[in-house]
Nanobody, 121 residues
């Protein structure tokens, strides 16, 4: 019904930048929230940043001042601009979207397949 396609991961040196993109497609009536989570090896998945349709934002403390989340509602796309990357940012980054499929329906949560970000010299 709904697919999330992520792109933009890769290998970057410490201090470098990457921009992740996630486009939602399918039978979408509206998207309430879009977010980025990450999971490092041996660790639990954590919420990195989220953006609501109202414009409300959230960042995990480790991302504040370095990462910026934004969205293009017309394209159902969310972005994560990551600057001043550190080795501890190395993880698989997952896109998440809370999607309403029709008027009056309860939103469903959807996940992307993940994109690997490696920060290393």
């Amino acid at each position: 019904q709904v697919q999330l396609a992520e792109s933009g991961g890769g290998l970057v040196q410490p201090g470098g930048s990457l921009r992740l993109s996630c486009a939602a497609s399918g039978s979408i009536f509206s998207i309430n929230v879009m977010a980025w989570h990450r999971q490092a090896p041996g660790k639990q998945r954590e919420l990195v940043a989220s953006i609501f349709s109202s414009g409300s934002l959230y960042y995990v403390d480790s991302a504040k001042g370095r990462f910026t989340i934004s969205r293009d509602n017309a394209k159902n796309t969310v972005y994560l601009q990551m600057n001043s990357l550190k080795p501890e940012d190395t993880a698989v980054y997952y896109c998440y979207a809370g999607v309403t499929l029709r008027v009056g329906a309860v939103p469903n949560g959807y996940w992307g397949q993940g994109t690997l970000v490696t920060v290393s010299s």
